[in-house]
Each structure stands twice: as C-alpha cells, then as structure tokens.
C-alpha cells in the first residue's frame, strides 16, 4: 500500500473514531432534545418490513442487519477495531466494533438522541445531520465491554426511515 493511500485510509480511521467517541452516553450525560423534538424516550424496535421490495440479511462477524436489496457489506482495514462499510452505489454507513471508551459529547443543536432496545440491547439512536446507532457493553468478554457503531457516511441525505428500519433489524452474534 502506498504512503498516500496509508495516510488516507488513517485519517479516515481517526475521524470516524472521533464520532465514534461521541456517541456514548455516560451516567452524568443528559440528552436534550433538538429544537422542535420531543425529550428521549426508549422504545422497543420491530425488525423491518419489506414495504421497499426485496430485503436481504447482510451479516458479517459481530451481528447482521437487514437491507433493501443491493447494500453489500465491506470490511476495511483498520489498526485495533472491526471496521468497515454498508455500501449501495454512493451511500454508506460505516461501522466500528471497538472498545474505544466515550470522550466527548453530541452537539444537541445539530443531533437529537432517544433509546430503543434492538436484539435486546440498549441502542441509542442518532438522528440529525446524519443517522447513527451507537450500542454500549455488548460482547461476550464482560471484562472488556465492546461498543458498535453505525453512523451513515454518505454525504447525500438517505431515507430516514429505511436507515431506521435497517438499524433496528440489527442482531448480535
């Protein structure tokens, strides 16, 4: 691999791992609702229907998730974490699978925050400039709790709900 494609490949690395930090909450986090929404609440999700046509179950080596027809899963390098990408044609949602620990908050004027359980677990749904779900303490080492993170990477906007619908099917393995 050449040094400018390394250098790339890095930068990305780290600049998903800042929002990778952010999206953890602590027990001293207060999620404030963004102007016009209601405060968070926590709802139990249903695995997604096939209302878009023909949906597929993408599965790698941490959990699978449900997709239209099309989304494929790619795995990218990465130093320490499982990394890679949901992509179809231009949009993606990155993820990472990591125990990198919680170091900065979201900005409530540009994300709102709220919970729902998925596969059982705590998921804290994103929503804003960009969608995302961050899950806390999942793994199977309760000595070293792991965290996943899906965050769309795309610049152009994706159907909310779609991306919603694929967050919520997501199961652990």
């Not at 691999?1 to 953890?24: D, E, G, P, Q, V």
């Not at 986090?29 to 046509?53: M, N």
């Not at 990155?94 to 900005?107: A, C, H, K, M, R």
Request: glycine share 6%; with cysteine.
């Amino acid at each position: 691999m050449n040094t400018s494609k390394r250098n790339n490949n890095m930068i990305l690395l780290a600049a998903f791992s800042l929002m990778m930090a952010s999206c953890s909450k602590t027990d001293g986090d207060t999620v404030v609702p963004a102007p016009g929404q209601q405060q968070s609440t926590e709802r139990t999700s249903q695995t997604p229907q096939s209302a878009e046509g023909q949906w597929t179950v993408i599965s790698n080596e941490v959990f699978t998730i449900s997709a239209p027809e099309g989304w494929v899963n790619q795995r990218l390098p990465s130093l320490d974490t499982y990394f890679g990408t949901l992509r179809k044609g231009n949009d993606s949602i990155n993820y990472e699978y990591s125990i990198n620990p919680d170091s900065f908050q979201l900005d409530p004027d540009r994300f709102s925050i709220h919970y729902e359980t998925v596969d059982g677990k705590r998921a804290k749904i994103i929503e804003g400039d960009r969608l995302g779900i961050a899950f806390d303490r999942v793994g199977n080492d309760p000595a070293t709790p792991h965290r996943l993170l899906l965050m769309q990477a795309s610049s152009n906007p994706l159907d909310q709900e779609t991306v919603l619908r694929m967050f919520r099917s997501i199961r652990f393995k």
